[in-house]
């Protein structure tokens, strides 16, 4: 053996190390033999149970793909193969992996069948009744070109990730053209019962009686009674075999009466009994015949676009909603985009091949599942079963009786009007069930089209309508009840407690348009008007624009009205919580910021702490000479109006000077009651924390000598959220801040501190972390007892510390109050 030869046989044995004749033997055949089939005889229930609901869906529903008009009369055989070509590509597609179905049944989207009647009505009206190869062949390039259009716009959708969006669209618009889908089906089983030509029927007198002459009730009634027998069935039982078990009874009873009496089947056709197929011979492949694209003529393919249109939204709208609820009903999770995807793929392949639309069936789905479909094995053996049925021809459609395909056009129409009207009457608003019935009346004695448009329109209509009677103003109050949250002596908060009644506080809500705005302009006008402006003077209003979604040009331009009319009551409008968003730059594109007396804010406790230090700066500018000068937290920029130049002899000044007399100049009395000279510090800033709960003053005196002063420069962090406690601090000079942050994902809380108020108190009293984190906004000083300092007081003088805890718990109990209620006030 050469060497060559010798390599290769050692590196290719010449049978598999694997083999072995025991593997092969009789028995292991057999077994294997039989696994397979079992496998593949699992699903047989399911693939017969599929392939049934096709052919009953293909007849019923092929036959009025076309309009029973015109040119058009003879090819409802045609329309059958066109719903079997869509079924077959869909449920390849699906069954190949692009859906997360296994078991997905496809099927042509039969709800879709009146705009293919709308669009081939249009186009024999555009080109004539005797041109029906010019008619047939635009007819079928538009319904392609349906297809085309669908797959591609659902494919967009999925590939972008937009499933989850088109969920959100009104969902009673969708319930209304269910329920005109099932009006034109019920419609439709009358017409196909008896005969009648589509552009014969219309609401009128004349077709009543048509229907209700003998011979024609005789041939829609049956189909009728045994539809609503069907629905009466199976409200009591719903085991999945009813329906197909049902419609296969009709048909042999048909026959056993028809054999029984003896009567020819020609005579049932000329009665109307059976269907008179013009060649029942015909091809599968017959309507691919029309196709000619020579003979396609462009003009009125383009007029059917409002229709392709209102045709695509019907079908965009189908999976979004569908998948979501089998997902639920199977208990499987599925990712909708990829369905999107999925149906973009049957869809444009269904167009390429010159079909219809179609997509993935809901309850034939779950009826598939429920019997053994679960295998995307059992989706290839249906579509196969049904490639049989396609290759068997349309002939037997001639021996197919009329009231079965009526009995289940009626079924359908019958459940989407219940759907439409019956289950929703509860479940929806009054305006809502409106609309709906109004589509179902507009489809019903007008177009389909028109009816989309005008729930759309109406529902609009609705929408204005509702939400100008919602309240925009989420809650209004004067700015007493919510003072900000800065620290402030408590002769400050008695202060501006009661001069915060002239700031009038609105926290809006939801979007502001020309419907909602009206509600807040007339607010603020009454607010200003004279009868409640002699009671209740106004110097500030604060919108709060927090919860606002949004605000049109109309609203924006609203609150330029009202800026001129507070304007002249020299009332500041005061813009808070607009962000940087789209709020803002629409008040901002109408100028408002741009004009006088109008003040912005990001956040409501900013617009809160300013408001508030105007007030202290009117009575500190305005007793000058009687009152220590003070840090104001917040912005420093200039007041936006002199209040005691203005309007000298007003209400207004008359309460902030009543007011403050009341407390601000008490207070400074109550302070120097002892000697004629000022104290010192810290006797002074201990004074101004604590007089206000205590008259001790010998006691804040021998405080004093526990206290150490510590200079703090601008941006000194004095300590950090969960560090341990150093001590207590009573502010002497500046200004601090406190940011508290209690959650990861919630905004921080911010509180400022000024000159006679206290920081840090609770943790450094019980000797836990700090519960904020404390900054120097401006170059401050501070008194601060120490821990050690603490503990030497509680040592040296028990009675003195515990009558200074009592004093401290007071003061902080107030302090938490206002913060607490800021927070419990926020959005």
């Given amino acids: 053996m050469t060497p060559l030869l010798r390599s290769l046989t050692e590196r290719t044995p010449l049978l598999p190390s694997s083999f072995h004749t025991t593997h092969y033997a009789p028995r292991k055949w057999v077994s294997r033999v039989k696994s397979i089939a079992a496998q593949a005889a699992r699903p047989v229930p399911a693939v017969i149970l599929g392939l049934l609901l096709n052919v009953l869906d293909g007849i019923s529903y092929g036959m009025i793909i076309f309009p029973a008009t015109g040119v058009f009369v003879d090819l409802g055989a045609m329309g059958v193969s066109m719903f079997f070509v869509s079924t077959i590509v869909s449920q390849l597609v699906y069954s190949a992996g692009a859906s997360g179905f296994a078991g997905a049944n496809g099927s042509m989207m039969i709800e879709v069948v009146p705009f293919f009647h709308i669009m081939a009505t249009r186009i024999a009206q555009e080109l004539g009744d005797n041109k029906k190869d010019e008619i047939v062949a635009t007819t079928l390039v538009a ?15 999925g590939f972008f990730r937009l499933g989850s969006l088109i969920g959100f669209f009104p969902r009673h618009i969708l319930v209304g053209c ?65 329906l197909p078990t049902y419609f296969l009874i009709i048909p042999a009873l048909f026959y056993i009466v028809v054999l029984s009496a003896g009567l020819d089947l020609d005579l049932l056709r000329r009665e109307r009994w059976l269907f008179q197929v013009a060649r029942s011979e015909e091809k599968w492949y017959q309507f691919y015949t029309y196709f000619d694209l020579t003979k396609t003529r462009w003009g009125p393919l383009w007029a059917t676009l409002p229709t392709q249109f209102a045709l695509l939204f019907f079908n965009v709208l189908h999976p979004p909603l569908n998948v979501p609820a089998l997902a639920v009903s199977l208990d499987c999770d599925v990712d909708t985009n990829k369905e999107l995807i999925a149906h973009g793929y049957s869809n444009f392949l269904a167009g390429i091949v010159g079909t219809v639309p179609n997509y993935l069936v809901y309850v034939n789905t779950l009826l598939f599942y ?32 009329v009231m079965v395909v009526s009995a289940l056009i009626f079924v359908l129409g019958i459940d989407l009007v219940k759907e439409a009207l019956w289950d929703t009457r509860h479940r929806v608003s009054k305006p809502e069930y409106i609309t709906i019935a109004s589509i179902m009346v507009a489809m019903t004695a007008w177009d389909f089209v028109i009816g989309v448009l005008f729930g759309i329109i109406i529902s609009c209509l609705f929408f204005v309508v509702q939400n100008s009677q919602r309240r925009s103003i989420r809650v209004m109050h004067t700015g007493e009840a919510t003072l900000s949250t800065v620290r402030r002596p408590n002769a400050h908060r008695a202060y501006l407690r009661e001069v915060s009644g002239q700031t009038t506080v609105l926290h809006l809500q939801g979007f502001l348009f020309f419907g909602t705005i009206t509600h807040v302009e007339e607010t603020i006008r009454t607010l200003v008007a004279e009868p409640a402006w002699v009671h209740t003077p106004v110097r500030f209003i604060v919108l709060d624009f927090a919860l606002v979604l949004g605000v049109d040009l109309s609203a924006a331009e609203a609150f330029v009205r009202v800026q001129r009319l507070l304007s002249g009551r020299k009332v500041v409008l005061v813009i808070c919580g607009a962000g940087d968003g789209k709020v803002l730059s629409a008040l901002d594109s109408v100028g408002l910021f741009e004009l006088p007396d109008v003040e912005l804010f990001t956040t409501f406790n900013d617009a809160m702490e300013w408001t508030e230090n105007v007030y202290l700066r009117a009575w500190f500018d305005a007793n000058g000479a009687e009152t220590k000068p003070i840090s104001l937290p917040g912005r420093q920029d200039s007041v936006c109006m002199d209040l005691q130049q203005s309007l000298p002899h007003s209400p207004r000044r008359a309460q902030l000077r009543d007011a403050g007399w009341r407390t601000m100049a008490k207070h400074d009395n109550k302070r120097q009651t002892g000697p004629p000279t000022a104290p010192k510090e810290p006797l002074n800033t201990l004074e101004q924390a604590f007089l206000p709960y205590t008259t001790d003053r010998t006691m804040l005196e021998q405080l004093a000598s526990y206290f150490e002063s510590i200079t703090v420069p601008e941006g000194h962090v004095l300590w950090k959220q969960g560090e341990p406690a150093d001590g207590l601090y009573v502010v002497g000079a500046g200004v601090l801040r406190a940011t508290y942050r209690f959650a990861a994902h919630t905004p921080a809380i911010e509180e400022s501190m000024v000159p006679g108020t206290l920081a840090g108190e609770l943790s450094g009293l019980a000797g836990l972390a700090r519960n904020a984190t404390v900054v120097a906004e401006r170059p401050a000083v501070v008194w601060r007892l120490s821990v050690d300092a603490l503990r030497r007081l509680e040592a040296e003088r028990p009675d003195l510390a515990r009558a200074f805890t009592a004093l401290v718990l007071k003061a902080a109990k107030l302090d938490f109050d206002i913060l607490l209620s800021a927070v419990a006030t926020r959005p």
Avoid: C, K
Avoid at 370 to 387: D, E, H, K, Q
């Fill in 143 to 157: 319904f392609a070109f349906s297809s085309i259009l669908t797959g591609f716009t659902f494919f967009l959708l």
């Fill in 178 to 242: 269910i329920g005109g889908v099932g009006v034109f089906l019920i419609i439709t089983g009358l017409n196909v019962a008896t005969r009648l030509q589509d552009d014969e029927f219309s609401l009128s007198l004349d077709i009543l009686f048509f229907f209700l002459r003998g011979s024609n009730f005789a041939l829609w009634a049956p189909a009728f009674v045994l539809a609503t027998l069907l629905r009466v069935i199976t409200s009591r039982w719903h085991h999945q075999l009813i």
């Fill in 370 to 401: 429920r019997v053994g479909g679960t295998t995307r094995l059992s989706g290839l053996m249906l579509a196969g079963a049904t490639i049989a049925v396609l290759l068997a021809g349309t002939g037997p459609i001639a021996y197919i009786p």
